[in-house]
C-alpha cells in the first residue's frame, strides 16, 4: 500500500545524521587517543582528531534540528512524535517533547557534550589529545543510543526516532486505521505527560542535563593524568570546570525543585524521589571532588581521593541514567522513564568506565606523589578532607537505600522502601547536614598547614555568639524542642553567620575574593529555610462543612481536605474562602476560590487562588497547586478532589429532571450527606393525619422524620412508608428549597434501620470540590539561599579564571 502524506525523507535525513555522529565520534576518539600516544608529534591525528569531532558535533545539531522539525510539524507517522506530542497541545512545550523520551534526553546530553567538546578543543592546549579522546569515546556511546540497529536480529543497540514508524511499531501495526491509505487526516498524538506541561520543564532538564554534561570533564581530565601520568598536572585546568559543573548542576537540581513545589501536589519542594535522589548523589560527590582538588592544588594533600570522587562522580551519573531509563525503578518515581530494551547496553556503558576508572586508579596508585608530612589538626585542607568524606557517606546511604529496587533484582530480595520516605531519608541526612555545615561555618578560619589554636578561637568566637544568640531566639519563636533540628538550626545560621564575617573581616570585604564564601552562606541559607519552612509546615484546610469528605476518597481525613461548595464562605486558618466555581482553559479546570478577612461582620476580598486540573483522558487527570506568596510564608492549595463534570452539563438539565435515586439505609441518628446538605434521620412515627395524604384506614403507614441541614438553614422532610394491599405505595417527601427528594421504601423493626432513597435535581446540584492548603513559613529563605549559592559559586569561577589567566 503506498501511503498517502507521509513524510519519510525527513527520516532518511535524521538517521544518515545518527550514523555519522556514532561514526565520527568513534574516529574522533580513536584519532585523539593516537594523538595523545604520541605526545602531539604526528599533528596528522590530531587534524583528523578534530575534524571527525566537528563533523561530529555537526551531525548532532542536525539531529536535534531534524527532530524539532518533525515535532513542529506533527509528524504523527513517527512513532518518537505521536508518543510524545499531539495537535492540542501549546507549541510552547514542543521543547518539553523534545526531551520526554528516552532518546531525546539522551540527544540533550549529547548536544551539551558537543559543546563542551568545542570549546575544550580551543581551551585545553596540551591536555586536548587525552582529554578529548576520553570525552569522544563517551561521545560514541552516547550515539550509539540512537542508533537502532539490531544484531543477529535479536540484540538492538539504541533506538533510532527517526526510522521506527508507527504503523511499523510492533505494539500499534496492527491497528486497522493503518490500511487506510490516507491515515495521517485521522490521526493525533498521544501527548506530551500532563506533569511535563509546565514551564519549569522547558528549562529545568537542559540546565539540569548541562550539569550531567559538565561533570565529563573532571573525570576526562582525571582519566588523562592517569594515562600520562600528570598526577597533579591536570588539577588546575579541571578546577574551573569542577566547579562551574556543581555551580550548574546545583541550579538544575534547585530547578527540579522549584518545579516540584510548583506544579506537584504533593506539598513541598524535596520527595526524596529516587530520580531526585540520583542526580543529588553526584552533586554531593562533585561538591566533595572540587575541594579536594583545591587541596592538593594548594598544599598536594588528598591526591588519590581527588581522583576517586572526580571519577566516581561521572560514574555516578551513568548510574543514574541506568536507574532512570532500565525501568528497574518501576512504579517508584513520577521521573522514570519505561524501559526501551537498552538496559543491557546502559549497564555496559557503566561498567565499562567504571573498571576503566578502577584499573587505572590501581596502576597508578603506588606511582602518585605523597606528601609525607601528617595533616595538622588545626589546618584547612584537614577539614576540607573530613567534610569531602562526609559529603561521601551521605552520598553512600542515599544511593544505597534508592537502589533497594536494583537489590532486589540483583540478590532475589523482596526488600521495601519505608512507608514515610521523608521523614526515613530526613533522619539520616539530617546529622549530615549537620556535620557539613558546621564544617561550612569555620572551614575558611583555618589556614593551610597550620593554624594557632587561639588565633583560631579568637576569630571564630563573634560568629558562634551571634548564631547561639540568633538560634535561641528563633528556636523561642518557632517553639522548637526537637533537639535535632536545634542543632541543625545553629549549624546553618552558624555557616550564614561566619562567611558573612569572614567577608567583612579575613578579605576585608574584597567582595571579587569572596565567591567561596558567598556561596557558603547561600548553602546556609537553603539549609535553614529547608529545615523551617518543612518543619513548621501547617496545614490549615480543616474541614468546617459539616460535610464529611471520608468517604470521597480511600484515606482523605477531615483534618487536611475542606470541601467547599460554590457559594458557600468557610473559616480556614487566618482566613475565609469562598469557591466562585470552574473555569474552563483548553485541558485545564481552575478552581476559584477568593480568600477573605472579616471585620465588623464585612468581608473583604484580599486575593484569590485557582488550584487546577490538567484533563488528560490517556494518562489521568494531574493537579497543579496554585500559591500565593508573601514575604514571610507561602499559602500552596491544591485540588484533592473534584467532580469534573461540566457546569454547563448541569445547566442543560431539565428543571424538574433528578439524579438517579441513591438507596441508604440508616438507623436513628445517622448521618448522610448529600452535595448541598446534610440528612439526619431522627425519629419515626404513626401519629399523623392520613387524610392529609389519602391513606386508608386499612393501610399501614409510617412517617420518618428527617432533618435536612445547610450552612444556612434548617428544612424537614417527612417520606412516608405505606402498604396498601399487600403493596409498598410509598410516599415522597421534597425540599424544594434544595432540590431534595426523599422515598421510604423500608422499615426492619428488629434492628431499627428503614431504608430510603435520595434524589437531587440536577438543576439544583452545586458544584464543589475538596482542597489541602497548607502554609510553609520562610520558604523565601531558601529561594534566596539557592540565589546567593549560585552567584557565590559563579564568583569564585570568575576569579579562578582570572588568576589562572593572569599566570
Known amino acids: 500500500m503506498e501511503y498517502i502524506g507521509e513524510h519519510l525523507v525527513i527520516g532518511k535525513v535524521g538517521n544518515v545524521f545518527v550514523i555519522l555522529s556514532f561514526v565520527f565520534a568513534l574516529l574522533a576518539s580513536v584519532s585523539y587517543f593516537f594523538a595523545a600516544r604520541d605526545n602531539d608529534e604526528a599533528p596528522s591525528w590530531r587534524n583528523i582528531a578534530?575534524?571527525?569531532?566537528?563533523?561530529?558535533?555537526?551531525?548532532?545539531?542536525?539531529?536535534?534540528?531534524?527532530?524539532?522539525?518533525?515535532?513542529?510539524?506533527?509528524?504523527?507517522?513517527?512513532?518518537?512524535?505521536?508518543?510524545?506530542?499531539?495537535?492540542?497541545?501549546?507549541?510552547?512545550?514542543?521543547?518539553?517533547?523534545?526531551?520526554?523520551?528516552?532518546?531525546?534526553?539522551?540527544l540533550l546530553?549529547?548536544?551539551?557534550?558537543?559543546?563542551?567538546?568545542?570549546?575544550?578543543?580551543?581551551?585545553?592546549?596540551?591536555?586536548?589529545?587525552?582529554?578529548?579522546?576520553?570525552?569522544?569515546?563517551?561521545?560514541?556511546?552516547?550515539?550509539?543510543?540512537?542508533?537502532?540497529?539490531?544484531i543477529f536480529g535479536e540484540h538492538r543497540i539504541g533506538s533510532n526516532p527517526f526510522t521506527v514508524l508507527l504503523r511499523e511499531h510492533p505494539d500499534y501495526g496492527a491497528i486497522p486505521l493503518f490500511q487506510n491509505a490516507d491515515y495521517l487526516k485521522l490521526l493525533d498524538g498521544r501527548g506530551l505527560n500532563p506533569l511535563l506541561q509546565n514551564y519549569w520543564m522547558t528549562i529545568h532538564p537542559p540546565t539540569l542535563f548541562l550539569g550531567f554534561a559538565l561533570t565529563i570533564v573532571p573525570f576526562a581530565y582525571a582519566i588523562a593524568g592517569l594515562w600520562k601520568k600528570r598526577y597533579t598536572e591536570w588539577l588546575k585546568p579541571a578546577l574551573p570546570w569542577t566547579f562551574f559543573g556543581v555551580s550548574v548542576l546545583g541550579v538544575?537540581?534547585?530547578?527540579?525543585?522549584?518545579?516540584?513545589?510548583e506544579a506537584l501536589s504533593f506539598g513541598g519542594f524535596w520527595a526524596w524521589d529516587p530520580v531526585?535522589?540520583?542526580?543529588?548523589?553526584?552533586?554531593?560527590?562533585?561538591?566533595?571532588?572540587?575541594?579536594?582538588?583545591?587541596?592538593?592544588?594548594?598544599?598536594?594533600?588528598?591526591?588519590?581521593?581527588?581522583?576517586?570522587?572526580?571519577?566516581?562522580?561521572?560514574?555516578?551519573?551513568?548510574?543514574?541514567?541506568?536507574?532512570?531509563?532500565?525501568?528497574?525503578?518501576?512504579e517508584t518515581s513520577v521521573h522514570a522513564f519505561t524501559d526501551l530494551g537498552m538496559s543491557g547496553q546502559l549497564l555496559i556503558y557503566l561498567l565499562f568506565f567504571l573498571l576503566l576508572g578502577i584499573v587505572l586508579l590501581i596502576v597508578n596508585w603506588k606511582h602518585m606523589p605523597r606528601v609525607q608530612e601528617e595533616e595538622s589538626i588545626y589546618s584547612r585542607e584537614f577539614w576540607m578532607f573530613v567534610?569531602?568524606?562526609?559529603?561521601?557517606?551521605?552520598?553512600?546511604?542515599?544511593?544505597?537505600?534508592?537502589?533497594?529496587?536494583v537489590w532486589n533484582k540483583l540478590f532475589g530480595l523482596k526488600?521495601?522502601?519505608?512507608?514515610?520516605?521523608?521523614?526515613?531519608?530526613?533522619?539520616?541526612?539530617?546529622?549530615?547536614?549537620?556535620?557539613?555545615?558546621?564544617?561550612?561555618?569555620?572551614?575558611?578560619?583555618?589556614?593551610?598547614?597550620?593554624?594557632?589554636?587561639?588565633?583560631?578561637?579568637?576569630?571564630?568566637?563573634?560568629?558562634?555568639?551571634?548564631?547561639?544568640?540568633?538560634?535561641?531566639?528563633?528556636?523561642?519563636?518557632?517553639?522548637?524542642?526537637?533537639?535535632?533540628?536545634?542543632?541543625?538550626?545553629?549549624?546553618?545560621?552558624?555557616?550564614?553567620?561566619?562567611?558573612?564575617?569572614?567577608?567583612?573581616?579575613?578579605?576585608?570585604?574584597?567582595?571579587?575574593?569572596?565567591?567561596?564564601?558567598?556561596?557558603?552562606?547561600?548553602?546556609?541559607?537553603?539549609?535553614?529555610?529547608?529545615?523551617?519552612?518543612?518543619?513548621?509546615?501547617?496545614?490549615?484546610?480543616?474541614?468546617?462543612?459539616?460535610?464529611?469528605?471520608?468517604?470521597?476518597?480511600?484515606?482523605?481525613?477531615?483534618?487536611?481536605?475542606?470541601?467547599?461548595?460554590?457559594?458557600?464562605?468557610?473559616?480556614?486558618?487566618?482566613?475565609?474562602?469562598?469557591?466562585?466555581?470552574?473555569?474552563?482553559?483548553?485541558?485545564?479546570?481552575?478552581?476559584d476560590v477568593d480568600y477573605l478577612t472579616k471585620q465588623n461582620n464585612t468581608y473583604t476580598k484580599e486575593f484569590t487562588l485557582s488550584p487546577l486540573v490538567q484533563t488528560n483522558p490517556r494518562m489521568g487527570n494531574v493537579a497543579e497547586p496554585d500559591t500565593r506568596h508573601f514575604l514571610t510564608y507561602d499559602i500552596y492549595t491544591h485540588v484533592a478532589y473534584a467532580p469534573l463534570e461540566s457546569v454547563k452539563q448541569q445547566q442543560e438539565a431539565t428543571k424538574d429532571e433528578y439524579t438517579a435515586a441513591k438507596?441508604?439505609?440508616?438507623?436513628?441518628?445517622?448521618?448522610?450527606?448529600?452535595?448541598?446538605?446534610?440528612?439526619?434521620?431522627?425519629?419515626?412515627?404513626?401519629?399523623?393525619?392520613?387524610?392529609?395524604?389519602?391513606?386508608?384506614?386499612?393501610?399501614?403507614?409510617?412517617?420518618?422524620?428527617?432533618?435536612?441541614?445547610?450552612?444556612?438553614?434548617?428544612?424537614?422532610?417527612?417520606?412516608?412508608?405505606?402498604?396498601?394491599?399487600?403493596?409498598?405505595q410509598p410516599i415522597a417527601s421534597k425540599v424544594d428549597e434544595l432540590g431534595l427528594q426523599f422515598m421510604f421504601w423500608k422499615i426492619d423493626p428488629q434492628d431499627g434501620k428503614i431504608e430510603i432513597s435520595v434524589q437531587e435535581k440536577?438543576?439544583?446540584?452545586?458544584?464543589?470540590?475538596?482542597?489541602?492548603?497548607?502554609?510553609?513559613?520562610?520558604?523565601?529563605?531558601?529561594?534566596?539561599?539557592?540565589?546567593?549559592m549560585a552567584i557565590g559559586t559563579m564568583m569564585a569561577i570568575i576569579e579562578r579564571l582570572r588568576r589562572s589567566s593572569s599566570n
Open 415 to 591: 526488600m521495601a522502601p519505608s512507608k514515610n520516605i521523608i521523614n526515613f531519608y530526613n533522619s539520616w541526612q539530617l546529622p549530615f547536614a549537620f556535620l557539613v555545615t558546621m564544617l561550612v561555618a569555620i572551614g575558611q578560619y583555618f589556614k593551610f598547614k597550620h593554624t594557632a589554636p587561639k588565633e583560631f578561637v579568637k576569630k571564630i568566637s563573634f560568629p558562634v555568639i551571634v548564631s547561639v544568640l540568633l538560634t535561641a531566639l528563633f528556636s523561642w519563636l518557632l517553639h522548637y524542642t526537637n533537639f535535632l533540628y536545634i542543632l541543625l538550626m545553629f549549624s546553618s545560621i552558624f555557616a550564614a553567620v561566619a562567611n558573612f564575617n569572614y567577608i567583612t573581616h579575613a578579605l576585608g570585604g574584597k567582595i571579587r575574593k569572596a565567591g567561596a564564601s558567598v556561596a557558603h552562606i547561600g548553602f546556609g541559607l537553603i539549609l535553614l529555610g529547608a529545615l523551617v519552612s518543612t518543619s513548621k509546615k501547617e496545614v490549615i484546610s480543616r474541614n468546617t462543612s459539616g460535610k464529611s469528605v471520608e468517604n470521597l476518597i480511600e484515606n482523605m481525613s477531615n483534618n487536611d481536605n475542606i470541601l467547599l461548595t460554590q457559594g458557600d464562605t468557610l473559616p480556614m486558618g487566618n482566613y475565609y474562602v469562598a469557591y466562585t466555581g470552574k473555569r474552563f482553559e483548553g485541558i485545564n479546570v481552575y478552581f
Open 663 to 728: 438507596n441508604v439505609s440508616m438507623k436513628k441518628g445517622d448521618t448522610i450527606f448529600s452535595s448541598n446538605a446534610i440528612i439526619i434521620f431522627d425519629s419515626l412515627s404513626t401519629q399523623f393525619d392520613r387524610s392529609e395524604y389519602s391513606i386508608g384506614a386499612d393501610d399501614i403507614a409510617v412517617k420518618a422524620h428527617i432533618r435536612v441541614l445547610d450552612i444556612r438553614k434548617k428544612y424537614e422532610a417527612t417520606p412516608i412508608f405505606v402498604i396498601h394491599e399487600n403493596s409498598v
Open 252 to 261: 538544575g537540581i534547585l530547578m527540579g525543585g522549584a518545579w516540584a513545589y
Open 50 to 106: 578534530r575534524w571527525s569531532f566537528r563533523i561530529h558535533g555537526f551531525s548532532v545539531f542536525g539531529i536535534v534540528g531534524t527532530l524539532f522539525i518533525m515535532l513542529y510539524n506533527h509528524y504523527f507517522e513517527y512513532e518518537y512524535v505521536w508518543h510524545h506530542s499531539n495537535k492540542e497541545m501549546p507549541m510552547r512545550y514542543i521543547l518539553s517533547c523534545f526531551w520526554e523520551g528516552q532518546e531525546g534526553s539522551f
Open 276 to 330: 531526585e535522589n540520583a542526580s543529588l548523589v553526584p552533586w554531593l560527590t562533585l561538591v566533595g571532588a572540587a575541594h579536594l582538588m583545591l587541596i592538593n592544588k594548594n598544599k598536594g594533600q588528598s591526591l588519590f581521593t581527588a581522583f576517586a570522587l572526580a571519577i566516581l562522580t561521572f560514574i555516578l551519573i551513568l548510574y543514574s541514567t541506568f536507574l532512570t531509563r532500565s525501568g528497574i525503578l518501576g
Open 387 to 405: 567534610g569531602a568524606i562526609i559529603l561521601l557517606v551521605s552520598s553512600f546511604q542515599i544511593m544505597f537505600y534508592t537502589s533497594i529496587p
Open 109 to 150: 546530553w549529547t548536544f551539551w557534550h558537543v559543546v563542551i567538546g568545542f570549546v575544550l578543543q580551543r581551551k585545553a592546549k596540551e591536555w586536548e589529545a587525552p582529554v578529548m579522546s576520553v570525552l569522544s569515546l563517551v561521545q560514541a556511546f552516547l550515539a550509539s543510543m540512537l542508533l537502532g540497529l539490531f
Open 762 to 788: 440536577k438543576s439544583n446540584i452545586k458544584d464543589y470540590f475538596v482542597m489541602q492548603a497548607m502554609i510553609f513559613p520562610y520558604i523565601n529563605i531558601l529561594w534566596i539561599g539557592c540565589i546567593v
